[in-house]
């Protein structure tokens, strides 16, 4: 497909884990908040993600959502962006600000924009007050008006810079809707977003994926009828569909937004943006979508003209993957050199086999490819070098689709991974190479047909792991003598040989995990997801059941990742599955067994309790989000307010025998369990009598005379008192009444009592 409009600047799975989860504070995920909300829902389903299945394989959804890779990330960021519960404020990016478009990219990829679309439009004249919050030092945030949208240049209108901390007037000079951005011209301000608040204007009702249920197309007909268009974001693009197509469309909108996130993530992942370095992170501009025009790629703004129907949107996959793909295609040497209109359609292929299914045939996604170009070998390099045609310039092959062979045979022989690692080398190789800026480095490593060649046959080799000189001539691709050393230089097999690091007899084989203890439910069955994994692409999985409760089953046997399905209401049982990784050197096996165990929860606490001395006691289910309710009964009548919703007994209790009973609950999977625990509560404990006190008395002296009866004296501890005057007589040795007798003695006295 021709590009007739440049503009050029300088450019479920973890799910339950391996052991049983035990009980504790509830987790808290991102999407929670939204669970509740239909539109986030129909958005979920779209990408493929199904809501009851977000906690299960939380471990997997929290990946998958910080990898630019999976379209979970941009949804996420999308409602970060576009908080639905205050439609007036959005939270923007900080993106790179490509002031002199894609030549100057961190990914030396196409150009991306600042600007996204939101729920404000107006009239002429009209003027709506736009509040921001802190903006970082090097960033700076701007409103435009958008209309028209057919010339990048001019389809932005009035921009104003706005001001930190401050309120902003911002009248529209023509109608529109209102954008909002903010970029660095240096970086982008990745994790750091700024707050904006939009006050007056016109409700566009911007329909956003992830927000908006089917039923909300009405009332972007509304939209469309005032101001000639619909204004849409799937997370990644602003989308422009025009009244024609508005008013007329069957499709489902949110599945349209949904497929085309998917392929824009999609190719992400081609172009190895797998965040391992700052070179690898994905730009996090915008991208523009309009159906009003067709069918180019402007490069400047993220910009693609997609409109290929009168009356639907997504009409001609193969021709928007296509244009889609150009967004996303590296560098202008590629566009203008022995690729240009060529290597674009590696994307369309991978759009194909994402949408229509793994292996599907290309030549079924577009008729210029012939059935043998468009199937999925992995001999198809072999196969080509055996018996191919010998070209003796690739860029006087006419058929563009004959030259993507060139590119699929790779794909087909080496795999998904061999792409990503070409544009990582790509990226490393640039930004390695001298000049004083993005272009001159570009410029260095791959300006013109021979260095395209000379840096490819090196690449894709290594890439590969085998040596494609072989390849490469028989395509008229001709690398320079240089070239074909650093290959040579490698010592890499041909294709179809075997190596050091290929004659393994069997492939190796892992699996993401071999135990699974699941919880039963009684509401519906879950499936949990497992990944095995091989040294070799040319495998071929299978997973079957081997042993254990028939009940259990696998879907997906035939794929790398395949799912063990528990019915509900099936517990306390368990089974064993195999996955077999083969290819022609032989087969490997591995076992994955899976537990279903019935939802418990325990009790914690004494056994006795003081009245007086209230205890606390605890619950502990063996699933997540539990919810517990208590009751305290005594001779099975409920204690009303015995016990509160935390396990806290209350005190003054009356003694006696009494039983707490926990019922755990959990709408995820509809779990639930009943424990009681038994206890005495006990009278209060009195604290003993205090002694009396006692007297206080001197010595006893043998030396002293007392004179005066009832004198106390104290001897061994006691007080002892006279019943007449006496001298070095020892107290209780007389034996005499009247002598000494001690105080409370019941001969004691009774004067000296």
């Known amino acids: 497909m021709k590009i007739n409009k440049i503009t050029l600047c300088v450019a479920l799975a973890m799910s339950l884990g391996a052991s049983v989860w035990q009980a504790s504070a509830a987790e808290s995920h991102w999407w929670q908040q939204y669970g509740n909300q239909p539109g986030f829902k129909e958005g979920l389903s779209a990408i493929g993600y199904d809501y009851d299945q977000l906690e299960i394989n939380s471990s997997q959804v929290i990946k998958d959502s910080g990898d630019s890779r999976t379209p979970l990330f941009w949804l996420k960021r999308s409602m970060e962006m576009y908080p639905p519960a205050t439609p007036n404020h959005y939270n923007l990016p900080i993106v790179h600000h490509e002031t002199r478009d894609w030549t100057n990219s961190l990914q030396a990829t196409m150009g991306r924009g600042i600007f996204f679309f939101t729920r404000t439009a107006a009239d002429a004249g009209q003027t709506v007050t736009i509040s921001a919050g802190a903006i970082p030092a090097g960033a700076t945030c701007y409103a435009v008006t958008g209309n028209g949208f057919k010339d990048t240049d001019t389809m932005f209108k009035n921009q104003v810079e706005l001001a930190a901390g401050k309120n902003t007037q911002y009248t529209f000079s023509e109608s529109g809707v209102l954008l909002l951005g903010c970029g660095d011209p240096v970086k982008a301000q990745r994790d750091v977003t700024v707050p904006l608040t939009v006050t007056g204007g016109k409700d566009n009702h911007l329909f956003i994926l992830g927000q908006n249920v089917q039923d909300d197309w009405g009332n972007s007909k509304i939209t469309a009828s005032h101001f000639g268009f619909a204004y849409l974001f799937d997370g990644r693009a602003n989308t422009l569909v025009p009244r024609k197509i508005v008013d007329v469309t069957p499709e489902n909108i949110n599945a349209v937004l949904g497929e085309n996130l998917k392929v824009s993530a999609l190719y992400e992942k081609l172009n190895g943006m797998d965040g391992s370095e700052e070179i690898f992170k994905s730009g996090l501009g915008s991208l523009f979508y309009n159906y009003d025009t067709c069918c180019y790629a402007a490069y400047r703004r993220g910009f693609t003209g997609v409109g290929f129907s009168s009356s639907r949107m997504n009409a001609d996959d193969w021709g928007r993957w296509h244009e889609v793909g150009h967004l996303h295609e590296p560098m202008h040497e590629y566009v203008w050199g022995p690729f240009s209109e060529i290597q674009v359609n590696r994307y369309s292929s991978e759009a194909c086999q994402l949408i229509r299914g793994k292996h599907y045939p290309l030549n079924k996604c577009h008729s210029g490819i012939t059935e043998e170009e468009g199937n999925w070998d992995k001999d198809a390099v072999v196969k080509f070098l055996q018996s191919g045609p010998h070209y003796a310039d690739y860029t006087k092959i006419t058929n563009v689709f004959r030259k993507l062979a060139f590119f699929n045979f790779l794909r087909f022989s080496y795999g998904e991974d061999f792409f990503p690692k070409v544009n990582q080398a790509r990226l ?326």
């Not at 009444?737 to 004067?751: E, L, N, T, Y």
């Open 428 to 753: 490393r190789a640039i930004y390695a190479a001298p000049g004083a800026d993005m272009a001159a480095k570009k410029q260095y490593v791959m300006h013109g047909n021979q260095k395209v060649y000379d840096f490819s046959v090196v690449a894709y080799s290594q890439a590969a792991g085998y040596d494609l000189r072989n390849y490469f001539l028989q395509w008229g691709m001709h690398f320079s003598e240089a070239a074909g050393q650093k290959v040579a230089e490698m010592h890499l097999p041909q294709p179809g040989e075997k190596s050091d690091e290929t004659s393994n007899l069997a492939p190796e084989l892992s699996v993401s995990r071999d135990n699974i203890v699941a919880v039963a439910t009684f509401n519906h069955g879950f499936a949990y997801s497992v990944t095995a994994k091989s040294n070799r692409d040319d495998v071929i999985y299978n997973w079957s059941h081997i042993s254990g409760d028939q009940r259990i089953y696998v879907r997906n046997s035939n794929a790398a990742t395949a799912e063990l399905v528990i019915p509900k209401e099936v517990k306390n049982v368990t089974a064993r599955f195999q996955v077999t990784a083969s290819n022609n050197h032989g087969t490997t096996a591995r076992f994955v067994d899976i537990t279903s165990v019935s939802p418990e929860v325990t009790i914690t606490g004494p056994g006795s309790i003081s009245r007086d001395k209230p205890q606390q006691l605890k619950a502990a289910a063996n699933f997540r989000e539990a919810a517990y309710q208590w009751i305290l009964r005594k001779n099975n009548k409920v204690v009303e307010k015995g016990i509160d919703t935390s396990g806290q007994i209350k005190a003054g209790l009356a003694a006696g025998r009494y039983s707490a009973e926990v019922t755990a609950t959990s709408h995820l999977g509809l779990r639930r369990a009943v424990s009681v625990h038994d206890f005495e509560v006990k009278p209060s404990e009195l604290p003993a009598p205090a002694p009396a006190p006692q007297p206080q008395a001197p010595e006893w002296n043998a030396g002293t005379t007392y004179s005066a009866p009832c004198t106390p004296v104290l001897w061994k501890g006691s007080v002892w008192k006279n019943g007449w005057w006496t001298r070095g007589v020892t107290p209780g040795s007389d034996g005499q009444w009247g002598v000494w007798r001690m105080v409370g003695s019941s001969q004691m006295h009774g004067a000296c009592k």
